[in-house]
């Protein structure tokens, strides 16, 4: 079949939206036709070249429609509504089976993890790679059981959609990777889609203070309406305010760094605000994903038994994470329809890249029309 896909043909060129060859799902394998797709920095980063195969069908942010299975295919029907899941839960590795399948080794989208006997997109003849075997960019992918996750149809799938990546990432780097509780002093680095989300995990931990720190002043106010109790375009200001509300601890008990290219000076400023015991959780990827951006001081890490964690996936479990959040959201624990802020058709994404590198959006959603 053919279908209309947001492609990357080669490193820092735009996305060309063209019609492609699908082939039918294989064993194991489920056709979704993706209605909404999220803009993530990840799929900024594979633009550049440092983060999978190209050229590529973009996206790993989405949820979509079940339209037809594969032979052996038993959790899911015709008709389910599903969202995306960038790592896929194999069930049998064993990360999965101790609990940290956003670990799985199956997962498609480290750099040259691929397989392309897996692949199902093709163009002119050529088969190219889907993002984290996903490609949400396109308007119907072929994708592992694995890959998706059934979910309430009763919840819009704009919502599922940003739910899959961005929500999950930062929920999961306060609530998981962070272990926030009660009382404590949280600092967030950076508003964007996993930003934001992080501060709504540290609130419904409990923390105390959740302090978020973001150089475009724009982003302040919709930070507080998502539980942040003071924030800051200065990332010395929020240090000292950290201090102050920490008390004997001196410093923030979680540091949360969601910028969308961690460099180290940022690492470096984000350690500054971190108190005793402390955890700096690192959420944020740098462009280039092997540049060596931590360069802390080792004894004063000893001297303050502090933790510095990185965290992909927000170290959740999908399958567990991703329905339990949903619910949340049912109950009017989180927000999540405030999150997109402007739905793009796919022919107007390179639009949407752009208002994510700007700022402009907490959350860009591509509506396939």
């Excluded at 984000?270 to 990827?285: C, E, I, N």
């Amino acid at each position: 079949m053919k279908t209309n896909a947001a492609v990357i043909l080669g490193a820092g060129q735009e996305w060309t939206v063209t019609e492609i060859d699908l082939a039918e799902p294989q064993a194991g394998e489920v056709l979704v036709e993706f209605t909404h797709a999220g803009l993530c920095f990840s799929d900024e980063h594979l633009r550049h070249g440092g983060l999978g195969e190209l050229p590529a069908v973009g996206g790993h942010e989405g949820a979509g429609i079940v339209r037809a299975i594969g032979p052996g295919v038993t959790g899911l029907a015709v008709g389910d509504h599903v969202a995306a899941s960038f790592i896929p839960t194999c069930g049998q590795c064993e990360w999965c089976v101790t609990g940290h399948s956003n670990l799985c080794t199956q997962s498609a989208n480290i750099p040259g993890g691929a397989d392309r006997s897996k692949y199902r997109f093709s163009l002119e003849g050529d088969l190219i790679s889907a993002n984290c075997g996903l490609g949400t960019f396109a308007r119907h992918s072929v994708v592992s059981e694995r890959t998706v996750i059934k979910v309430d149809p009763s919840i819009p799938l704009s919502v599922v959609a940003v739910a899959s990546c961005g929500v999950l990432t930062g929920w999961g780097a306060a609530v998981h990777a962070g272990e926030v509780s009660t009382g404590d002093v949280v600092l967030v680095l950076g508003a964007g889609g996993v930003g934001i989300n992080a501060i709504q995990g540290a609130r419904l931990a409990g923390a105390k203070e959740v302090i978020l720190v973001d150089t475009n002043p724009a982003k302040l106010e919709s930070a507080q309406s998502f539980g942040a109790t003071r924030t800051f375009t200065s990332m010395d200001d929020a240090t000292e305010y950290a201090r102050q509300a920490s008390g004997v601890v001196e410093g923030a008990d979680v540091v949360i760094v969601c910028t969308g290219n961690t460099t180290e000076p940022i690492v470096t400023a984000a350690y500054s605000a971190l108190g005793k015991r402390g955890r700096l959780v690192l959420a944020g990827m740098s462009q280039d994903v092997f540049d060596k951006n931590v360069q802390l001081p080792g004894t004063q890490l000893i001297f303050k038994e502090q933790t510095i964690k990185g965290t992909i996936y927000g170290s959740c479990n999908p399958r567990r994470d991703v329905p339990l959040l949903l619910d949340l959201y049912k109950r009017g624990l989180i927000k999540l329809d405030e999150l997109v802020s402007k739905e793009y058709s796919l022919d107007d994404i390179n639009q949407g890249f752009e208002d994510l590198r700007s700022g402009k959006n907490l959350r860009g959603v591509v509506a396939h029309g």
